[in-house]
């Protein structure tokens, strides 16, 4: 049986010896551009690669919501900022440094073990602090930088690039301090490195403890409130492949009906990225429930008669009247129907924006491998629709909370009206007991 684990390393100098060949030199420039993220093709742009990220393959494994976020890219502390890899990108290109670079690669039997982010931050804090610690290195004064591929979902993977912040070796030939000038790791480095890993991979006495410090970490605000995120875009990005592009995406008609358990789930995702507005649908939907539970006994007959007219016009309802006044409504059951419409037909647009702007091109015809126009087009795609997702999500109190605040009134509104109601068929009756009392007084 093999090693679960496979830790491959290299590194690029910042410079070759003085009798290195033009050819070797025309390498090494190359390289160097693209590890220290100084050249339009680098290992940023490589590692946070959405098709690399997620794969054809990929979609059939667990993790489709891994990171799509701002950068994509993360280290033993939690996900990196689009401030923070600008910064480590400055420090990667200033200095005469080596670059260290390489990944870590899971067997199908434990790759179960970094599908997901939390996993691999957890991972990589465990792990590489130990790593720096054998070779010399103070962790404090490393950058590094992470990234987990799911396009082969039988080998998960993490690549991996660091380097050191700042010169922290004393200059033996002038004064002050330089980088560490060879960048070869020590064997028995690397194997315990390996060895290390492969331990990790092996269920032993501290599992749970790592699980607990793994829950901890998803439990972090910052950090939930990404994952919400990326889980959200995962279920609108499935919606958009399930969904007919050629026909209008309303909530309420008949053409939705298959969609509308997955439409009203994706709702709840984007609902859930906001505190505020996951508190408002919350207490929305708990006093929905309340006063159903409350009212069934003073329905009257005026309720069960609108309700079999309002539960017509659940389906019915044609586009044009979409919009109508919440006034109109005097049922629970049709104000329930109409918050998930409002709310469905919000995701529904978004949806739509998606299977716009998507690029497909024909995969039945041959292509260059690594053809420039597609690849080209794919990141224009993916960037538009992603900076729409951020406003998406940068907005959920702006489209959400006005819904959620105009049905709880409206429910209040909707109370008081059977009430009065109820009240005004039990004055009724009473009058028709009176009446027919006197009419029977009258006639003895």
């Not at 691999?120 to 590489?128: N, R, S």
């Not at 301090?177 to 032993?204: C, H, Q």
């Not at 489209?399 to 605040?405: A, G, I, K, R, S």
């Not at 009058?431 to 027919?436: E, G, K, L």
């Amino acid at each position: 049986m093999g090693q679960p684990v496979i830790f491959d390393i290299a590194y690029t100098p910042p410079k070759l010896k003085r009798n290195a060949t033009a050819e070797e030199i025309a390498k090494h420039t190359k390289q160097r551009v693209f590890f220290d993220m100084s050249g339009e093709d680098n290992i940023f742009k490589y590692i946070t690669t959405e098709g690399k990220i997620f794969g054809e393959e990929a979609k059939k494994f667990t993790m489709l919501e891994y990171l799509q976020k701002s950068t994509g890219v993360f280290n033993g502390d939690g996900m990196l900022t689009k401030e923070q890899v600008n910064e480590m990108k400055k420090r990667a290109q200033t200095g005469k440094k080596n670059l260290w670079h390489g990944f870590i690669s899971f067997d199908e039997a434990h790759s179960k073990m970094i599908d997901h982010p939390e996993k691999c931050i957890a991972l990589v804090k465990q792990i590489f602090g130990e790593f720096f610690k054998d070779i010399g290195f103070e962790q404090s004064n490393i950058d590094l930088m992470c990234a987990l591929h799911l396009d082969k979902p039988k080998h998960l993977h993490i690549h991996y690039i660091f380097w050191e912040r700042a010169p922290k070796v004393k200059n033996k030939r002038a004064a002050g301090f330089t980088y560490r000038i060879k960048g070869k790791i020590p064997l028995s480095v690397i194997d315990k490195m390996t060895e290390r890993l492969n331990a990790w991979a092996i269920p032993d006495d501290i599992a749970q403890k790592r699980d607990e410090a793994t829950q901890a970490l998803f439990e972090h605000k910052d950090f939930c409130r990404a994952w919400e995120r990326d889980y959200a875009t995962k279920e609108l990005f499935a919606l958009a492949e399930k969904l007919p592009t050629d026909k209008p995406l309303y909530y309420a008609s008949k053409e939705m009906i298959p969609y509308r358990v997955a439409i009203d789930f994706a709702a709840q995702t984007i609902i859930d990225t906001d505190e505020r507005v996951r508190k408002a649908d919350d207490a929305f939907k708990a006093e929905l429930k309340r006063k159903r539970v409350a009212l069934q006994d003073i329905m009257g007959s005026y309720y069960k008669d609108r309700l079999e007219v309002e539960k017509k016009t659940m389906e019915s309802e044609p586009p044009a009247y979409y919009e109508k006044y919440l006034a109109n409504i005097h049922t629970i059951e049709k104000l329930e129907w109409d918050y998930r419409r409002r709310m469905g037909n919000i995701v529904l647009k978004k949806v739509r924006y998606i299977q716009n702007n998507t690029y497909r091109y024909n995969k039945s015809r041959k292509h260059k491998t690594n053809d420039k126009h597609i690849k080209r087009k794919l990141s224009i795609s993916g960037r538009i629709i992603k900076r729409s997702l951020n406003g998406l999500f940068d907005s959920v109190a702006e489209l959400f909370l006005p819904e959620t605040n105009a049905h709880s009134n409206r429910l209040r509104e909707i109370e008081e009206e059977i009430k009065q109601q109820k009240e005004q068929e039990l004055q009724e009756e009473q009058q028709n007991i009176n009446y027919n009392q006197r009419r029977w007084d009258w006639g003895k």
